[in-house]
Protein backbone atom coordinates (compact mmCIF):
# COMPACT_ATOMS: atom_id res chain seq x y z
CA UNK A 1 0.00 0.00 0.00
CA UNK A 2 1.19 3.71 -0.62
CA UNK A 3 0.31 5.84 2.20
CA UNK A 4 0.42 9.61 2.50
CA UNK A 5 2.65 11.59 5.00
CA UNK A 6 1.26 11.94 8.12
CA UNK A 7 -1.38 9.02 7.18
CA UNK A 8 -1.67 6.37 10.43
CA UNK A 9 -3.36 2.68 10.27
CA UNK A 10 -6.42 3.20 12.87
CA UNK A 11 -7.84 -0.81 12.28
CA UNK A 12 -7.58 -2.91 9.23
CA UNK A 13 -9.90 -5.74 8.40
CA UNK A 14 -9.24 -9.21 6.68
CA UNK A 15 -11.96 -11.86 5.53
CA UNK A 16 -13.75 -13.11 2.84
CA UNK A 17 -15.31 -10.98 0.40
CA UNK A 18 -18.84 -11.69 1.61
CA UNK A 19 -18.41 -10.76 5.34
CA UNK A 20 -20.40 -8.16 6.93
CA UNK A 21 -19.24 -5.21 8.89
CA UNK A 22 -20.71 -2.45 10.96
CA UNK A 23 -18.70 0.75 10.55
CA UNK A 24 -19.08 3.93 12.28
CA UNK A 25 -18.28 6.70 13.85
CA UNK A 26 -17.84 8.25 17.80
CA UNK A 27 -20.56 10.71 17.19
CA UNK A 28 -23.19 8.09 16.43
CA UNK A 29 -23.19 7.63 12.93
CA UNK A 30 -22.71 4.54 10.89
CA UNK A 31 -23.55 1.11 8.48
CA UNK A 32 -23.24 -2.39 7.22
CA UNK A 33 -20.75 -2.98 4.51
CA UNK A 34 -18.96 -6.37 2.85
CA UNK A 35 -15.43 -6.79 2.53
CA UNK A 36 -15.63 -6.72 -1.16
CA UNK A 37 -16.87 -2.99 -0.73
CA UNK A 38 -14.16 -1.85 1.20
CA UNK A 39 -11.03 -3.58 -1.07
CA UNK A 40 -9.19 -1.97 -4.31
CA UNK A 41 -7.25 -2.60 -7.07
CA UNK A 42 -5.33 1.00 -6.03
CA UNK A 43 -2.48 0.70 -4.53
CA UNK A 44 -3.52 4.20 -2.94
CA UNK A 45 -6.59 2.76 -1.25
CA UNK A 46 -9.80 4.43 -1.48
CA UNK A 47 -12.12 6.43 0.61
CA UNK A 48 -15.02 4.68 2.23
CA UNK A 49 -15.57 6.47 4.99
CA UNK A 50 -16.54 10.44 5.44
CA UNK A 51 -15.58 11.72 9.08
CA UNK A 52 -16.31 15.17 9.89
CA UNK A 53 -14.08 17.08 12.25
CA UNK A 54 -12.31 15.66 14.91
CA UNK A 55 -14.69 12.84 14.37
CA UNK A 56 -12.68 9.52 14.68
CA UNK A 57 -13.51 5.82 13.53
CA UNK A 58 -14.66 2.86 16.29
CA UNK A 59 -13.28 -0.27 15.82
CA UNK A 60 -15.31 -2.16 12.77
CA UNK A 61 -17.64 -5.02 14.18
CA UNK A 62 -17.26 -8.02 12.20
CA UNK A 63 -20.71 -9.79 12.25
CA UNK A 64 -21.61 -13.54 12.26
CA UNK A 65 -24.44 -14.75 10.68
CA UNK A 66 -26.20 -15.18 13.82
CA UNK A 67 -26.19 -11.27 15.00
CA UNK A 68 -29.33 -9.83 15.03
CA UNK A 69 -28.71 -6.43 17.26
CA UNK A 70 -25.99 -4.02 17.95
CA UNK A 71 -25.57 -2.62 21.56
CA UNK A 72 -23.77 0.80 21.98
CA UNK A 73 -22.68 2.79 25.19
CA UNK A 74 -22.58 6.28 25.51
CA UNK A 75 -19.45 7.78 27.64
CA UNK A 76 -22.18 9.62 29.56
CA UNK A 77 -23.67 6.04 30.15
CA UNK A 78 -26.74 5.52 27.81
CA UNK A 79 -26.88 2.13 26.51
CA UNK A 80 -29.12 1.33 23.22
CA UNK A 81 -29.62 -2.02 21.76
CA UNK A 82 -30.58 -1.46 17.78
CA UNK A 83 -31.61 -4.12 15.52
CA UNK A 84 -29.64 -4.51 12.26
CA UNK A 85 -32.60 -4.61 9.93
CA UNK A 86 -32.56 -0.76 10.49
CA UNK A 87 -28.83 -0.23 9.99
CA UNK A 88 -28.03 0.50 6.51
CA UNK A 89 -25.97 -1.50 3.93
CA UNK A 90 -23.78 1.17 1.91
CA UNK A 91 -21.42 -0.87 -0.52
CA UNK A 92 -19.95 2.75 -1.73
CA UNK A 93 -19.32 4.16 1.33
CA UNK A 94 -20.03 7.49 3.21
CA UNK A 95 -21.23 8.74 6.15
CA UNK A 96 -24.12 6.79 7.11
CA UNK A 97 -26.83 7.23 8.59
CA UNK A 98 -27.37 8.11 12.78
CA UNK A 99 -27.59 4.69 14.97
CA UNK A 100 -27.73 6.66 18.41
CA UNK A 101 -28.87 10.09 19.22
CA UNK A 102 -26.02 11.57 21.17
CA UNK A 103 -26.43 14.57 23.63
CA UNK A 104 -23.83 17.64 23.35
CA UNK A 105 -20.31 16.47 24.40
CA UNK A 106 -21.16 13.16 24.34
CA UNK A 107 -20.05 10.40 22.31
CA UNK A 108 -20.23 6.58 21.29
CA UNK A 109 -17.69 4.81 23.49
CA UNK A 110 -18.28 1.16 22.90
CA UNK A 111 -20.04 -0.95 20.89
CA UNK A 112 -20.72 -4.75 20.52
CA UNK A 113 -22.63 -7.08 18.00
CA UNK A 114 -25.38 -8.89 19.77
CA UNK A 115 -26.55 -12.59 19.02
CA UNK A 116 -28.86 -14.63 20.31
CA UNK A 117 -26.61 -15.36 23.55
CA UNK A 118 -26.37 -11.73 24.35
CA UNK A 119 -23.42 -10.23 25.52
CA UNK A 120 -20.90 -9.81 29.06
CA UNK A 121 -20.55 -6.52 30.71
CA UNK A 122 -17.22 -6.36 32.44
CA UNK A 123 -16.26 -3.58 35.20
CA UNK A 124 -15.82 -2.82 39.17
CA UNK A 125 -18.79 -3.07 40.97
CA UNK A 126 -18.44 -3.26 45.13
CA UNK A 127 -14.30 -3.03 44.45
CA UNK A 128 -14.34 -6.09 42.48
CA UNK A 129 -13.74 -7.15 38.81
CA UNK A 130 -17.19 -8.80 37.67
CA UNK A 131 -18.64 -9.87 34.35
CA UNK A 132 -22.42 -10.21 33.90
CA UNK A 133 -24.18 -11.98 31.06
CA UNK A 134 -27.15 -9.77 29.36
CA UNK A 135 -28.94 -12.34 27.35
CA UNK A 136 -32.01 -11.53 24.78
CA UNK A 137 -33.96 -10.64 27.57
CA UNK A 138 -32.06 -8.51 29.92
CA UNK A 139 -31.15 -6.57 27.01
CA UNK A 140 -34.65 -6.20 26.20
CA UNK A 141 -35.36 -2.83 28.31
CA UNK A 142 -32.63 -1.06 26.41
CA UNK A 143 -33.84 -2.01 22.70
CA UNK A 144 -34.84 0.62 20.85
CA UNK A 145 -35.21 1.87 17.79
CA UNK A 146 -32.30 3.49 15.56
CA UNK A 147 -31.23 7.30 16.37
CA UNK A 148 -32.61 7.19 19.91
CA UNK A 149 -30.46 8.06 22.66
CA UNK A 150 -31.17 4.96 24.66
CA UNK A 151 -30.88 4.91 28.61
CA UNK A 152 -28.72 4.75 31.49
CA UNK A 153 -27.33 1.52 31.85
CA UNK A 154 -28.71 0.18 35.10
CA UNK A 155 -25.75 -2.06 36.33
CA UNK A 156 -24.07 -0.18 39.07
CA UNK A 157 -20.55 -1.38 37.53
CA UNK A 158 -17.43 1.76 37.42
CA UNK A 159 -15.73 1.27 34.01
CA UNK A 160 -18.04 -1.19 32.00
CA UNK A 161 -16.90 -3.04 28.91
CA UNK A 162 -18.56 -4.52 26.20
CA UNK A 163 -17.86 -7.75 25.17
CA UNK A 164 -19.33 -10.56 22.88
CA UNK A 165 -20.68 -13.41 24.88
Known sequence: IDLEPGARIVHMVAGPAEQRYVLGTRSGYGFIAKHKDLTTRQRA???FLSLEGSD???????LRGTDTHVAMLARKGRFLVVDLHEFKS???GGRGTILMGLDEGDAVAQWVPVGPEGILVSGIY????????MDMQA?????GKRARKGKALSLKMKQPTLLRA
Not at 56 to 62: A, F, N
Not at 126 to 133: G, N, Q, V
Not at 139 to 143: F, G, I, K, P, R
Open 45 to 47: GKQ
Open 56 to 62: TLLKPLV
Open 139 to 143: LAEYM
Open 90 to 92: LSG
Open 126 to 133: RAKDTTWS
